[in-house]
């Protein structure tokens, strides 16, 4: 596995989660790293993404509330996503590209009362 997500779950609306993306040594530190999310019956979108740099950039709907951040020596993404809303529900999968695009397995975020 390429890149091995975690950290998704059922949490309640206004509940904090972190998600968690480790790429394995085929892929290079300098791959720009990103969430994508998508939602029963809609099309897969971004939500956010990172250069090598840490230059972010965020879906409008998710500025203020998330944020994407990464330790290149652990070659590892975070999102941490605050204030959640049920609308945050779905499949949340990590995106490595170098050259080359590399998919990570999806994790279920789910955000019910």
């Known amino acids: 596995v390429q890149l091995q997500a975690s950290g998704g779950g059922l949490v309640q609306p206004g509940e904090s989660l972190r998600l968690s993306c480790a790429a394995s040594?085929?892929?290079?530190?300098?791959?720009?790293m990103a969430w994508y999310r998508q939602a029963p019956g809609k099309q897969r979108e971004l939500v956010a993404r990172?250069?090598?740099?840490?230059?972010?950039d965020y879906a409008d709907s998710v500025k203020g509330r998330f944020s994407i951040s990464r330790d290149n020596a652990k070659k590892t993404v975070y999102l941490q996503m605050n204030s959640l809303k049920p609308e945050d529900t779905a499949v949340y999968s990590c995106?490595?590209?170098?050259?080359?695009?590399?998919w990570g397995q999806g994790t279920q975020v789910t955000v019910s009362s």
């Open positions: 995106y490595a590209y170098a050259g080359t695009g590399f």
């Open positions: 040594r085929s892929i290079p530190s300098s791959a720009l």
């Open positions: 990172i250069t090598p740099g840490g230059t972010t």
